[in-house]
């Protein structure tokens, strides 16, 4: 994350607007179905490091889940675009909470295996 991008954060977490976005994103994607990260980028008009934080934090929660992804071509390169949808089961939630919190777990642990021969385990209890 660049300085500015940093500064540019911690504004917006300052004033509370990251909270109003990712309610303004969730309500959104609730009221009009699927979308992308790209239509939600186009038509929300957030900053796409925003944007992409708060879909991962609400991702995180159960609310939305990735549905399908789209590729497209603009001036020869190639994009991928996850597409979003409301999650209204609340079943449903805690299971997609769970299973993304054990992913966030395994592929931290994926990285400790391949640095556990550097790292101080003494940095890891703390």
Do not use: C
């Amino acid at each position: 994350m660049s300085k500015a991008s940093r500064i540019n954060y911690l504004e917006q977490l300052h004033r509370g607007n990251l909270e109003n976005f990712r309610i303004g994103i969730l309500d959104y994607i609730k009221r009009n179905g699927r979308k992308s990260t790209e239509e939600l980028r186009n038509e929300l008009i957030y900053p796409h490091q925003t944007l992409t934080g708060s879909l991962s934090v609400l991702t995180d929660f159960g609310l939305i889940k990735v549905v399908d992804t789209i590729q497209k071509e603009k001036e020869g390169r190639k994009s991928t675009f996850s597409v979003y949808e409301f999650v209204f089961n609340e079943f449903e939630q805690l299971e997609l909470q769970e299973a993304r919190h054990l992913e966030k777990a395994k592929n931290w642990l994926k990285g400790y295996n391949k640095f556990k021969g550097v790292l101080k385990i003494s940095l890891i209890e703390y």
